[in-house]
């Protein structure tokens, strides 16, 4: 098992790269909003996005679930 | 389709990666010079990587029908051996001779320290003088924005053709300086660590392509050669013509590299009937 620090050595830039890439697709939206005029007629999975984000900026997590909240978050799109 | 890696260590990668670019029409690898993972403490052995580079390696590419060209620097980690720098600086202008040599490169910054700055200033003007192309260098994570803008202050007060400049390891963050001053940005697309090759289509959309070019990942930490061709089949996914492709992914490359007479490979058009 690994300790805290080899636990952020070992996946910190994972994870930054994996945020890169959300930040990448927010943008790549954006720009499309503004090609086309308008934005895309369902929003939903964005907004799922958005919220999913939420969830993980809180800092306050009583157990290490996050990932099945999200999971269950993931669940309202089909 | 024909593809160019303009950025490839080919001699931290193995035949079976030569066979596979081969298969993914890669028709041409261009090597830097960099660092081997460790501080070399001799100016002979460069000489020797250098040798490896400009006459070995060609001949190892050359069995898969891709053509291997080189560039020749002390990287900037090593930069902090003065003595070594400048014995190796003294001796380079024999490589730059080699039928398949490009240029001074890669130079660059790290920790943008004196040491370095003064290194890339000595590898630009040697370049200069032997009117040779240069790559640069610039740093990784948290040195990028930093270290991009040293290098451009660096070669502000200097005289250089801006045309003759390659400024490697661009993202989202420095690109447009580096474009605004009027050199050739290159991007290159690792696993993890710098720019991605959804990224990187992003970029292309954002900006002019003109003076873009692609690099995969190739080296001995984790790094993937077919980076590029995720970047090439993300861009066409998207709508862009296989021609505009080949304009960034081969013809880009050969128009900055073909600066050079050595550079033989022609800018390519696809034909639509």
Redesign the interface.
């Known amino acids: 098992m690994l300790s805290p620090k080899q636990t952020l050595d070992t996946y910190y830039l994972e994870a930054r790269r994996d945020l890169l890439e959300v930040a990448a697709l927010l943008d790549r939206y954006d720009e499309a909003v503004n090609r086309a005029g308008g934005p895309a007629d369902d929003e939903s999975r964005l907004k799922v996005l958005r919220e999913a984000m939420e969830v993980l900026a809180q800092g306050d997590h009583p157990q290490p679930n996050r990932t099945e909240l999200l999971l269950e978050h993931f669940s309202k799109i089909n | 389709m024909q593809i160019i890696q303009p950025h490839y260590h080919a001699i931290a990668r193995t035949a079976q990666d030569y066979e596979r670019m081969a298969m993914s029409g890669v028709v041409a690898v261009c090597e830097p010079a960099f660092w081997a993972g460790f501080d070399r403490r001799h100016p002979e052995t460069f000489i020797d990587y250098f040798a490896q580079i400009s006459e070995f390696e060609p001949t190892r590419a050359a069995e898969f029908g891709i053509r291997h060209f080189c560039w020749v620097a002390v990287n900037p980690k090593e930069a902090e051996n003065t003595e070594l720098t400048q014995e190796v600086l003294r001796q380079m202008p024999e490589f730059l001779g080699k039928p398949n040599c490009l240029g001074v490169g890669e130079t660059g910054l790290h920790k943008s320290t004196q040491n370095e700055i003064a290194a890339l200033e000595a590898h630009v003007e040697l370049a200069m003088k032997h009117d040779q192309l240069v790559l640069i260098h610039t740093p990784h994570l948290s040195d990028k924005a930093h270290g991009t803008k040293t290098v451009l202050e660096v070669l502000a007060g200097m005289d250089v053709n801006p045309d003759k400049i390659w400024i490697d390891h661009v993202e989202e963050q420095t690109i447009e300086w580096v474009l605004d001053a009027g050199y050739w940005a290159g991007m290159t697309l690792y696993?993890?660590?710098k720019c991605?090759p959804?990224?990187a289509v992003?970029i292309l959309?954002?900006y002019s392509t003109e003076r873009l070019l692609v690099n995969s990942s190739a080296d001995w930490g984790p790094s993937d050669p077919f980076t590029l061709q995720e970047c090439i089949v993300d861009f066409r996914k998207r709508g862009h013509s296989l021609q505009e492709a080949v304009e960034i992914f081969h013809n880009n490359p050969c128009r900055f590299l073909g600066q050079n007479p050595k550079w033989d490979i022609k800018p390519i058009q696809i034909s639509e009937s």
Do not use: G
């Open positions: 696993p993890v660590t991605s959804r990224r992003d959309e954002k």
